[in-house]
């Protein structure tokens, strides 16, 4: 079975839901995506056939075996680049959000995986050189707003 990104998308704003607020509500879905609640119910609609999740309109939404391990991995993927675009390479937070939930459907297990070894290779083995790296990103990146005219 072929799973979306944007099902992909779905499944894991729907585990951080449970996993926050332990109900998986349309309207909370709805604002989480920026989409409107008709477009949620369609997308609903699509993962219950799938069986990635039990949905019946008015009804409690609940993600199946299947749907919780796509959303679990998914998720793990993001908080994975996530840490790893501020940690290793210093990008601000906002960007990493931003590119981490690109990246997350796109990314290969193998390539997630290699990452994460390389980043705890990189913060055991050569804390120093990181924290240089990192320094020099920051100075840069000042130097340029600096240099920068206000808009």
């Known amino acids: 079975m072929e799973i979306t990104k944007r099902e992909e998308e779905y499944l894991e704003t729907m585990y ?5 607020k332990g109900v998986i509500r349309v309207k909370d879905i709805s604002k ?3 989409v409107r609640p008709p477009s949620v119910v369609d997308a609903l609609k ?3 056939e799938k069986g990635l999740i039990d949905y019946e309109k008015y009804d409690r939404i609940l993600l199946t075996e299947k749907g919780l391990e796509v959303a679990k991995e998914t998720y793990q993927k993001h908080v994975l680049l996530m840490r790893f675009f501020t940690e290793i390479l210093g990008i601000p937070p906002e960007i990493a959000e931003e590119d981490a939930c690109q990246f997350e459907h796109y990314v290969h297990e193998i390539t997630a995986e290699r990452m ?3 980043a705890q290779y990189i913060q055991e083995h050569c804390p ?7 320094k020099e990103h920051m100075e840069k990146e ?6 920068s005219p206000p808009k």
């Open 116 to 118: 994460k070894e390389f």
């Open 16 to 20: 951080i839901l449970q996993k926050n």
């Open 128 to 134: 120093y050189v990181l924290k240089q790296f990192l």
């Open 46 to 48: 699509k993962l219950n």
């Open 32 to 34: 989480k995506l920026g």
């Open 142 to 147: 000042e130097a340029k707003t600096q240099k």
